[in-house]
């Protein structure tokens, strides 16, 4: 089951930045929080994950809580593009059960004109 | 480079028969999944490989489904005897991470949606 607990939608102005927020209070100590999201009939895509420091990267930046209950994915100044589903997922780093990801049901962002 | 393809993109299934869709991965990567995405949901995940190894088929949800990588590369998910409520999309999904070892992400191909009437 999911883990993690996101608003299921938002809007976002073209060119501003866009925020989505994530819960996980019960996360652990070896889990890291994954980013990925899906365009309209396209498979999910990677984004960025990290374990409790800021993470940046070409497409968006990760601010997680210093308690780690919840986190921030920060697409900085969103395009029509990243309209799209975006999930919140934390997994165990290492793990010899299974790499299988919870998606849960997301955040549909639609970014507007 | 190339991605993650799957075939067909799109199947229309009278109840009763029988699907093979087909997952090729990217060249290299150990690790192999299927996911099945209801309408409005989530992915879900229903089985992954490591090479040739079925390790985990815990999410299939009926002996109907089965799936092999008999090669450790291409992999098919075949369903027996469809029925409606199996119409979704079907993800595969391929990793070059392996077992026991550091989670990558995961690169997903387009998906086949099924339906079946």
């Known amino acids: 089951d999911a883990k993690t607990t996101q608003p299921p939608s938002m809007d976002c102005a073209e060119g501003r930045a866009a925020n989505l927020p994530c819960n996980h209070s019960t996360i652990s100590g070896n889990e890291y929080v994954y980013w990925y999201r899906q365009i309209h009939s396209q498979g999910p895509q990677y984004i960025i994950h990290?374990?409790?420091n800021n993470e940046t990267n070409e497409m968006a930046s990760l601010i997680i809580t210093e308690d780690r209950k919840s986190s921030t994915l920060i697409l900085p100044h969103a395009t029509l593009r990243d309209t799209a589903v975006y999930y919140c997922i934390v997994r165990d780093y290492y793990s010899n059960t299974g790499n299988q990801f919870y998606f849960g049901t997301g955040t549909s962002l639609t970014v507007i004109p | 480079g190339a991605g993650v393809s799957q075939s067909p993109r799109y199947k229309v299934a009278k109840r009763g028969q029988d699907v093979a869709l087909r997952c090729d991965p990217i060249s290299g990567h150990v690790s192999l999944f299927w996911y099945q995405q209801a309408l409005g949901q989530g992915p879900e995940f229903l089985t992954y490989f490591q090479n040739e190894a079925q390790l985990d088929k815990s999410g299939l949800p009926s002996d109907r489904f089965f799936a092999e990588r008999p090669e450790g590369s291409v992999s098919t998910l075949k369903i027996q005897r469809t029925q409606q409520e199996d119409s979704a999309v079907y993800l595969c999904?391929?990793?070059?991470?392996?077992?026991?070892?550091?989670?990558?992400?995961?690169?997903f191909g387009p998906g086949t949606r099924l339906t079946v009437t």
């Open positions: 990290g374990l409790k």
């Open positions: 999904a391929s990793s070059p991470s392996g077992d026991r070892g550091l989670i990558y992400e995961q690169y």
